[in-house]
């Protein structure tokens, strides 16, 4: 059979993408590397990513089987990725190719990616169960296995439950003062270069940590190195947090990488030690606070008399839906406020129109007083300023999930156990949807989009949870920005963070003056 016709069968019938056939052809012929990699590269010469992305990284021979391990197209698609039109090109390269729905082998794993409303519909609502979040395997060792990103079908029901009082708009009612006060104290204390604001609320929110201290330091020191490890793509390149997925596949683990993974487990003990510490002084009654942290121990640690004690969380469960949070709540937000705060720097227009909505504001209250809580949950054209940012940077650019069981969606038959990626850079630049998809226009959010169209934080049941504490952040800050401050970019660097969260690669420093 031509390889033509045979590449062309299997994709049909299997929904392979030329990677695979590959690695098929190279068990077949069981040659030597060398020899099976030139044969390779004549064999796909007729296909453009694929002669360049045609590679081999490592032949393993374990208890006589071999594996092979190849990085498909994860450099076309780290590359795409760090470019300033983030994956968007890797997408359209191939759905122009293969279709709404293509597979490739990236990031260690046969990915399927898809796009559109039907797909965003039936992977996001998670229709019959049919497939559950699937997080690469550091997230899992990060965040341990009671994480809220681990859980499925009623537990996840059940975690979702307890935190939604805390995260609601009146639970996060009571949070305004502090966050207020933390925006004002860090903008008039503003380097201009990183953005520590986020953590301090969502480590004060959660455990009542002040501020500034030495326990603070301890918290930051560590939430770094796990955070770092917990979005990291999982790339097996030296100085990447990831190695342990690929363990099997790995003849020798770098001293480096060693190092790495050690550190951030450190770093959870180090963290888990000091709520540990935390729980226990509550438990006693030597410390009180109004916090999340306490309403978990209140109504769900076991020994309490409140409900059965099936029904409570372990302390092992709640520390790592705390780290959970922490983890998903702080990059996410930090992110959405750098690329707002970088929109706006380029689209004067819109930061002109923005700056009056919030002087407006200002104009209407007594002077001396400071912003409200009503007035903070009445700024509309902020409220799509966010949305556009979100839209147009796509912080969280694929949304995966793994499939429960086998299903057939736009004609492809999907297998249990694929990781199956919802890819939403594609959905967020439709052009149909979002006419000249690059530009930064809040003015798209003026009218209702169809459902599955925009999701900025998601859909479903496993909507982004903290939603309503991120843009409570983001409002706040952004009205003391834009009421006293003027600011540029230090550098022209377009390019982004090869990591989950996506983030411009140089944080984007500005030099801040007052108006
Ligand atoms: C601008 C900031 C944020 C953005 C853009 C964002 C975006 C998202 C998105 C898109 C999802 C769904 C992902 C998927 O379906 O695979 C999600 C889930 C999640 N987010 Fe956020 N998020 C933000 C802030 C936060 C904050 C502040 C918290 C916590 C306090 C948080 C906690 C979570 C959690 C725990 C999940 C997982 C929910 C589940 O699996 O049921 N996020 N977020």
Redesign the pocket.
């Given at each position: 059979m031509q390889t033509k016709e045979l590449m062309n069968l299997m994709r049909k019938h299997w929904l392979l993408s030329d990677v695979y056939i590959e690695i098929i052809i190279f068990i077949e012929l069981g040659a030597s590397l060398r020899a099976t990699k030139l044969r390779l590269l004549s064999l796909t010469i007729d296909s453009k990513h694929l002669a360049l992305d045609s590679g081999i990284l490592a032949l393993v021979i374990e208890n006589g089987a071999q594996h092979v391990v190849h990085h498909g197209e994860s450099l076309s698609f780290l590359s795409d990725f760090s470019s300033p039109s983030g994956i968007c090109s890797f997408m359209h390269k191939r759905q122009q190719r293969y279709g709404k729905v293509f597979k490739s082998f990236v990031l260690g794993r046969f990915t399927v990616f898809m796009t559109g409303r039907e797909a965003s519909k039936i992977l996001?609502t998670g229709k019959d169960g049919m497939v559950s979040?699937n997080l690469f395997y550091t997230g899992q060792q990060v965040l341990g296995p009671n994480s809220?990103?681990q859980a499925n079908g009623e537990t996840?029901k059940r975690l979702?439950r307890l935190i939604a009082d805390p995260?609601s708009i009146d639970g996060l009612k009571k949070y305004f003062h502090f966050i207020n006060t933390q925006a004002i104290e860090t903008l008039d204390q503003w380097s201009g270069r990183r953005i520590l604001f986020t953590l301090k609320v969502?480590g004060n929110m959660i455990m009542s940590l002040e501020p500034s201290g030495e326990e603070q330091e301890k918290f930051r020191a560590n939430f770094k190195v796990i955070s770092s490890s917990f979005s990291s793509l999982p790339f097996k390149i030296p100085g990447t947090a990831f190695y342990r997925g690929m363990k099997r596949y790995i003849i020798r683990i770098t001293p480096y990488q060693c190092l790495a993974m050690r550190r951030s487990v450190k770093a959870r003990d180090s963290m888990f030690a000091m709520l540990d510490s935390i729980i226990a002084k509550r438990r006693n009654g030597e410390v009180i606070q109004q916090d999340f942290l306490e309403s978990l121990i209140i109504k769900h640690s076991k020994g309490t008399n409140t409900a059965d004690d099936e029904n409570k969380l372990t302390d092992k469960q709640m520390k790592d839906n705390i780290l959970?949070?922490l983890v998903?709540?702080h990059d996410?937000?930090t992110a959405?406020l750098t690329w707002l705060i970088k929109f706006l720097g380029e689209n004067p227009a819109v930061l002109e129109q923005l700056r009056e909505e919030h002087l407006q504001i200002k104009a209407s209250r007594n002077v001396g007083t400071d912003l409200t809580w009503s007035e903070v949950n009445n700024m509309p054209y902020t409220n799509k300023v966010l949305s556009e940012t979100?839209r147009r940077a796509t912080?969280?650019p694929w949304?995966?999930r793994k499939a429960a069981q086998d299903f057939e969606i736009d004609g492809y038959n999907i297998k249990k156990g694929w990781s199956v990626n919802l890819d939403v850079v594609s959905i967020h630049h439709d052009s149909e949807t979002f006419p000249d998809p690059e530009k930064f226009d809040p003015s798209r959010f003026d009218a209702p989009l169809k459902a599955f169209s925009y999701?900025?934080?998601?859909s479903g049941p496993?909507?982004?949870?903290?939603?309503n504490?991120?843009k409570l952040e983001i409002c706040i800050f952004i009205h003391h920005l834009v009421c006293k401050y003027k600011w540029r970019a230090v550098e022209k660097d377009d390019s982004v963070q090869p990591t989950l969260v996506r983030m411009p690669k140089n944080k984007y420093p500005v030099m801040v003056e007052p108006l």
């Open positions: 996001l979040l809220l990103l996840h979702r995260l969502i959970t949070l998903a709540g996410t937000t959405a979100l912080i969280l949304y995966s999701l900025g934080f998601g496993r909507m982004c949870p903290g939603m504490l991120a």
